[in-house]
């Protein structure tokens, strides 16, 4: 098993950022990579950002694209999500997963990012 702790969400006027963070425990040598997600109300999950901990690559989805950024430290198990120019559609819970074998397996509470016009 894997545990996951979100913190940093929070309420921001648009046009402000945020960062969130991702602590990650126990089974965590089997994990080869971190995402995030979000989930708006009425909406489906979608994927935010992904980091892979053996190349260090990372990927966007397209509607955060050039605004997010996703970095992570796998020596302490750590990943974050630099929000910047935040705008009201970026409103939703965003929960942090670990990936195992191509598959995000555990997924932490969720954090609540609030974005006000």
């Known amino acids: 098993q894997v545990q996951l702790v979100e913190s940093g969400g929070g309420l921001v006027q648009a046009g402000g950022s945020l960062r969130l963070s991702c602590v990650a425990s126990?089974?965590?040598?089997?994990?080869?990579?971190m995402g995030w997600f979000r989930q708006a109300p009425g909406k489906e999950r979608e994927i935010v950002a992904r980091?892979?901990?053996?190349?260090?690559?990372?990927g966007y989805g397209d509607s955060v694209r050039g605004r997010f950024t996703i970095s992570g430290d796998k020596a302490t198990n750590t990943v974050y999500l630099q929000m910047d120019r935040l705008k009201p559609d970026d409103t939703g819970v965003y929960y942090c997963?670990?990936?195992?074998?191509?598959?995000?397996?555990?997924w932490g509470q969720g954090t609540q990012v609030t974005v006000s016009s």
């Open positions: 126990g089974r965590t040598s089997s994990v080869d990579g």
């Open positions: 980091i892979l901990w053996s190349s260090g690559s990372t």
């Open positions: 997963a670990a990936r195992i074998m191509n598959t995000y397996e555990f």
